[in-house]
């Protein structure tokens, strides 16, 4: 199903396969039906919201067609916001182990999870959408869900990380949720706006 065929549906660029079940259950609650195209895009260094505006610029540009992408991370108060911006690499080097020995005798645990959607078409300036789920670092890594840093990160509200709840538990209040659910009216309104 493409764009053509079904007014409410959206092109997701990624090649995180979590990203786009994540998204698939999210969108659904909206009626809007994901296409999911691995495309890869440059990812340039800077905020979130940089690296989303940049990335659907691109993809919208090469394919020819409104998109979306998403940049996320993971933020630690006590380690100055890092990983943030460089959670990708973070998480391809030290790992989660690497970041529960920086946390180490840490008392001040607290960390958010940042989503941020970029959307774009071929003719109009890229838009950005953020979601914030804020929690703290687990003392170990806990839980066969979810991926990447979902073992160590337990959401406010909760003893359980990410990586302990199902998909549909985490899809309730995650930094995708959010962003994504304030994609969604915004997205329907601009369909409308594009008749
Ligand atoms: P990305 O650049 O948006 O793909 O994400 C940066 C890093 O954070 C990558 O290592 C992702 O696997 C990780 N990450 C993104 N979203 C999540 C999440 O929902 N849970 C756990 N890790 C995530």
Redesign the pocket.
Known sequence: MNQTENPLCITFI?G?Q??VK?AQGIFHQFNIQVEHIDLGYP?IQGELED?ARFGAEYAARRLGRPVIV?????FIKALNWFPGTY??YV??TLGNEGILKLMKNVNDRYAE?R?VIGFATPKTEPKTFLGVVGGHIAHQEKGKY?????PI?IPEKYDLT?GELTREK?NEF???RRSLERFAPWYKDFLVSEE
């Not at 998403?70 to 993971?74: I, V």
């Not at 979810?146 to 979902?150: M, Q, T, V, W």
């Open positions: 990624t995180n979590h990203k994540e990812e690296v998403e940049d996320a991370g993971l959670s990708s998480q391809d999870f989503s979810g991926f990447a840093y979902d990160f990410f985490k995650s930094h995708r």
